[in-house]
């Protein structure tokens, strides 16, 4: 009886500690690497007037962003499995204090694929939008549209509808800057574009990040003027 009442009692701890664990803020996964960017700030002070980019994996993955846009002093400052909000729950570490010129922002994908509905999406967008405003007005904001990985078509819809109500609030807006690098990743008859994937067919190879830069690129030139 004893042994069935202590097996009993580890269940429901168990289960307790599982409902803690989900409930805890999504964000707190993610110290130990602002903790690292945070500790490389204080011996390798980033560059003054800079273009960050912040977000999820696939602002980690894009390595070579630096050589892609030689004529911009670049910040990278992504955390791979982040949720928008995230974003928006470090921005007082790792975006506010480097008072970049410009902030590109690419996360929303990871957020739908883990059940997080557009609208939510939305408002945090718009959240970070709201947070980094007020201490930096002079900064330009460009966010990157969420892409169609191959490996999450089961969200098409979702994807269609955040980059929807998102493109729609900066056309509003007007001093924010939408990269559509959603459609041009698609074929002519309309299907997602393998060849600019890695084997995952959810995080993207050389070509992948080729086609971003060139998007990407025009848009840096027009809000971050290199010097002549």
């Not at 007037?49 to 004529?71: C, M, R």
């Not at 982040?82 to 902030?103: E, M, N, Q, T, W």
């Not at 969420?146 to 509003?172: C, D, G, H, W, Y």
Request: proline share 7%; hydrophobic share 40%.
């Amino acid at each position: 009886m004893r042994i069935f009442a202590g097996t009993i009692i580890s269940l429901i701890l168990a289960f307790t500690t599982r409902g803690q664990e989900t409930n805890r803020p999504h964000h707190l996964q993610f110290e130990s690497a602002i903790r690292t960017y945070e500790a490389r700030d204080k011996t390798n002070p980033p560059p003054k007037d800079a273009v960050l980019l912040v977000g999820s994996s696939s602002i980690v993955k894009w390595t070579n962003a630096a050589a892609q846009f030689p004529k911009h002093k670049i910040i990278n400052r992504g955390f791979g499995g982040s949720y928008l909000g995230d974003s928006v729950a470090f921005a007082d570490r790792i975006v506010i204090p480097y008072r970049p010129k410009v902030i590109v922002l690419y996360a929303g994908d990871n957020d739908l694929a883990g059940g997080v509905k557009p609208e939510k999406v939305f408002d945090d967008f718009k959240a970070f939008v709201n947070k980094v405003r007020t201490p930096l007005p002079l900064t330009q904001i460009a966010y990157i549209s969420i892409k169609p990985s191959p490996s999450r078509v089961k969200f098409s819809e979702q994807i269609k509808t955040a980059n929807r109500l998102i493109q729609e609030f900066i056309a509003r807006d007007g001093k924010i800057t939408y990269v559509d690098v959603y459609s041009p990743m698609f074929t002519s008859d309309g299907k997602t574009r393998p060849e600019l994937f890695v084997k995952d067919m959810l995080h993207m190879n050389e070509e992948g990040y080729k086609l971003w830069a060139g998007i990407v690129g025009p848009i840096l030139d027009k809000l971050d003027p290199p010097a002549k």
